[in-house]
């Protein structure tokens, strides 16, 4: 018993160290079925980056282009998610979310949790051009 | 992509038309020429509103309901939860009872107290002065709201999906007025001084505090300004005429 | 030293255990409860708002951590002052920060916005926020404290012993240093931005830390029908009363400086004569039931166990009661933006800002001190925190 409370304790030292991680990796899987991804590609045509390059690393490239927006406000197209959403949202649903939406058939079929759509808009919208009142 | 370049400049050109219709010496917007899409901001630049209380009209909100648009935040229903990135003050000075009527928002420091208390870095100001909240990174402790002494930052109290494309903002992080970021970085002028205008008060002149030959700088030099609670010293890019 | 045969264990009543573990389990769910609820629906079902935006899992949180560094004291006495009856209640002392730190530091976490991004808060650091600086100081807290338990509890370390304790002493102070400049730091609002703010917040964990301790001290005596010698009784007591004194001196120190600018005048009328529950708050709690009636308790001669308990008990609340006027109150009144003028506006501009906490908010924060009773008493059943004391040597020192 004591030997188990010293190691227990000898864990707590690890604390600051980051174990914390690991939360990271336990975000949950949606449950339930596991529907194949439906990715269907409304707009034909050349997407920003090859199909290969895109599905293993799309995530990297939308991150590396939020923070050149947010903080330096480069505000180029290609890797931008609002650009990601016009072409990519169903037509019948407007989205990318939803059932058989662009991003959430394959994010549920690869059971990772996507908290974009926390704050970000996932249709399409009317953007408000600078300079206009809309 | 070419049609979205010739409404931009025909906006441009609208703008700078109706700038020259306004008072010799003062253009409403600044037609700031807008910086390439892949360029950062620099410091050269720092952005800046000069608000003129003698013409806000009390009672009057065009501003915030201009905000309330652009920013997808709709009209304050719950004023206790709901965001505010602008609100209209009604002052009275206790001594001898005159009366002013002013728009209040992030006043954009350049020493913002809540870039400094926060823990993550989320609170952060951007190379050209505009203090923004990187939603990625907020955890939602609220202690920018603690610290900052204009009361100017809103915690999203519920869950949201009526955002606009280009502002995301979410439960559980907290905001603040951008400057309308996304319009100036296009070379636009935020929502709220667009509204004024169109109002027909002209209050609010956004531009560059930086350029000497700005309109913003160029009055700044000619009349009184003050910044609140300038006994913090925060450098702030909102000043205010007529108080 | 007394021997380890002499410890004794607590593995009788086995059913009042249980009892006292389902207890703390339904505090704990009620906590969990709120969580979900609040981070489901967002902080709209809460009292708090855009005006009070800490209320009391704050209140909770905060006295949970500033007790937690200050229950380390005991420890400290013993190792940093070589006091010998200080010595013999370290393990426990140890222990007891390392719960009410887990259960103050729980309920923050709870009332993130995302505490989803607890890993981010954990990741990425402005080194210029006192904020951050607490987030390091309170996960090496856990490392050190733990470490210095090992080193009490595993002999072959005890060389160890006293190096740690140092650590741990002055790592505690730095602590509650910097928890204090949370509200020392703020410079815009007029109840905080002072100075005064880090070493108060020091003379009051020393309180509040010592209150919590002499309470688990007595309850564990009496689970095992023991009495405390009433030597150390009696200096414990004492040194209670010297916190609580010290503290009521901090407290009137703070306000009759504040009330010495005129600037702050408003806000010290506010607080001292009509700022309602504020006030009340204030009067009767932090400086009634939390400074005065324990003194009286504890200098009324003959004291006695139960005596001192209830002092102990009156110095918790106080305590709570102080976290509440200065957290909530500091808020309360009304943000000065404009001085010299009358202010209104859509966004309570002006008014003194009313808060309301909904039964949530008091589930999450005894939420905190439940997972810290919890986690107190399973450890107390498992391993010898029961102080040990060596008479000979506490005869020798006198």
Known sequence: MRAIAIAVLWGLTLVPAPAFMAFAAAQAAEPGRTPLPAIAIEKPGQCVEPKDVMRRDHMKLLKHQRDKTLHQGIRTKPHSLNECISCHASQKTGSVTGAGGFCQSCHDYAAVKLDCWDCHQPKPGQKTAAGVKP | MSGDMNRRGFIAAGAALAGLTLAPGIRL???ASAKPDNEPVTSKVRWGLLID???CQSGCTECVAACGKENGLGEVKKPRTDAQWIRKIDLKELKTGRAVSLPMMCQHCANPPCVDVCPTGASFKRADGIVLVDRHICIGCRYCMMACPYKARSFVHEPHSDQNPEVPRGQGCVEG????????????APACVEACAAAGHNAMLFGDLNDPESAIAKRIREVKTTQVRADLKLDLGVRYEGI | MASSASYVETQSRTGAFWGLLALGGLFMLAAFAAFLHFEHSGHVVTGMDNQIVWGLPHVFAVFLIVAASGVLNV?????VFGKPAYKARAPLSGLLALAMMAGGLAVLAADLGRPDRLVVAMTHFNFKSIFALNMMFYSGFFAIVAAYLVTLMDRSLAGYNKVLGFLAFFWRLALTTATGSIFGFLVARSAYGSALMAPMFI????????????IVQGSMYAWNNLKLDEGILARMKNLLAVFVGAALYFTAVMHLTSLYFARQTDYERFLLLDGGIYTAAFWLGQVLIGGILPLVLLFAPGATQTRVIAASVLVVLGGLAQMFVTIVGGQA???????????????QDGIVNAYSPVIGEFALGFGGIALAFLITV?????????????????????
């Open chain 2, 29 to 31: 917007i600044e037609i």
């Open chain 2, 53 to 55: 209380t003698t013409r």
């Open chain 2, 177 to 188: 007025c951008t400057l309308c970021v996304h319009r100036v970085d296009r070379g636009g």
């Open chain 3, 75 to 79: 420890a400290s006495i013993g190792s």
């Open chain 3, 203 to 214: 003379i009051y964990s020393f309180a509040y830390g010592l209150a919590a301790f002499l």
């Open chain 3, 333 to 347: 009144f009304p943000l000065e933006i404009f001085p010299g003028y009358a202010i209104s506006s859509s966004f």
């Open chain 3, 378 to 398: 399973v450890a107390v059943r498992v391993l010898r925190f029961l102080p040990q004391d060596d008479f000979a040597a506490l005869k020798a020192e006198d």
